[in-house]
């Protein structure tokens, strides 16, 4: 659904399809042509993988979270990417 966190996840006809909140006829279309059309999903399935991992990944996550830190903190005392020893 064309909605906050879909937006962001979602490039549409790239990585899935957006369609209007409570639109159900524009909802059955976009399901209808994606059934119909089996390669392109398979195709926006890898663009959206690949998406997430690029925008969503653990060291993505990490590495904003503390760039945030350090600008809330005003200085570089938060930790950095390298240091840490979470296993993934």
Request: hydrophobic residues 40%; contains cysteine; negative net charge.
């Amino acid at each position: 659904f064309d909605m906050p966190g879909c937006r962001e996840a979602i490039i549409h006809g790239v990585t899935g399809l957006l369609v209007t909140v409570g639109n159900i006829d524009e909802l059955a279309s976009s399901v209808k042509f994606l059934i119909e059309n089996p390669e392109l999903c398979r195709t926006m399935g890898q663009a959206g993988r690949d998406l997430a991992e690029k925008e969503f990944g653990v060291d993505q996550v990490i590495s904003q979270t503390l760039s945030i830190y350090r600008r809330l903190l005003g200085n570089d005392t938060a930790p950095s990417l390298s240091t840490r020893t979470i296993p993934l």
